[in-house]
Each structure stands twice: as structure tokens, then as C-alpha cells.
């Protein structure tokens, strides 16, 4: 599926300062070689059940500062093998943000107030929209630069360079 398609999914919602801590409890180091493995204890310490409700298409839907603390690849990585499809946030770290778009994970900073959990979302991720089937908000987030969406559509910064070798600026 490319990314000019809709995403459509379920809303799982956190609140502000969701660390890659949250996101990866450290306890789980051990199973960086392991991702597969490590996948299965993504938000574990912000929601134990996560990972055994979350269906791919889903999204994560949270308030500030979503994932500050480290830098760690990792972080994004493993909610986009859960099966994760975007993450909506009122604003991302700087680091996480740019390391969940070279993994290919979008990372869309909009308000996030309307928002519950469990709603269903319809996201375009090029006309910049969101969609809440569940109580009928119509939400807006920044348009996606053409580089960016570009890096999306290929599955993150290393699938685009192996396909193009370079930038199409």
C-alpha cells in the first residue's frame, strides 16, 4: 500500500511526555538484535495490553512531547512493526521525528483533543486530513513535504536510497 492511499484504523490513545522509554522499556535492551521479539513490548509500561489489541492500520494518538529521551531507532521501528500506521501527536521530539520518518512511520503533529480512544480514524496523508469516524471531527495536520511523503511511500530513508541512489529534491 502507498502512502497517497487512506489509512484507516482504530486510536489508541496516550497522554503527554511518552518517552522511547514507554515506548521501549529498557529491561528489553537485551532484544535490540531481536526485533521481532522486541516488537512485542512496545508501550508495554504505558499500556500492558497493547500489543495484543492493536491491528495493523492503527494508530497511536497522543498529546506533547511524544517520544522524548533518547535517540533510539528502535522507538519507532518497533510500533511500526506492531502494526502501527501513523502516530497523531499535538507535537513529536525532534530526533523521534525524524528517525520515525527514515523507518517509515508518519508522525503527524495535529490536535489532538478530539480525539478517544478506540475511535476510528481515516487518514490522507496528502491532503493533510484526518478524518474520525466516530464522532464525525474533521482534523488537519501540516502537508507532508514531497521528499518526505516520497521517503513514506518507499517505507523509510533506506528502502528510498536502495531504489533511487539520491534525492529527486
Avoid: W
Amino acid at each position: 500500500m502507498t502512502r497517497e492511499a487512506i489509512l484507516k484504523g482504530k486510536a489508541f490513545k496516550f497522554g503527554d511526555n511518552i518517552s522511547t522509554d514507554l515506548i521501549i522499556p529498557g529491561r528489553y535492551a537485551y532484544l535490540r538484535s531481536n526485533l521481532p521479539e522486541l516488537a512485542k513490548h512496545t508501550m508495554e509500561d504505558a499500556d500492558a495490553s497493547f500489543t495484543t489489541r492493536v491491528r495493523p492500520g492503527d494508530f497511536i494518538v497522543a498529546g506533547n512531547n511524544f517520544g522524548l529521551g533518547s535517540s533510539r531507532e528502535h522507538a519507532p521501528l518497533i510500533i511500526k512493526m506492531s502494526g502501527i500506521a501513523a502516530i497523531l501527536a499535538k507535537s513529536v521530539a525532534r530526533i523521534f521525528y525524524r528517525n520515525a520518518i527514515n523507518q517509515g512511520l508518519p508522525a503527524l503533529i495535529c490536535n489532538t483533543d478530539r480525539i478517544d480512544d478506540r475511535d476510528e480514524l481515516e487518514v490522507n496523508l496528502a491532503a493533510g486530513t484526518i478524518k474520525d469516524l466516530t464522532n464525525g471531527a474533521q482534523l488537519t495536520f501540516g502537508k507532508i513535504p514531497p521528499v518526505m511523503l516520497a521517503i513514506l511511500n518507499e517505507g523509510g530513508l533506506i528502502p528510498y536510497i536502495k531504489k533511487y541512489g539520491d534525492f529527486k529534491l
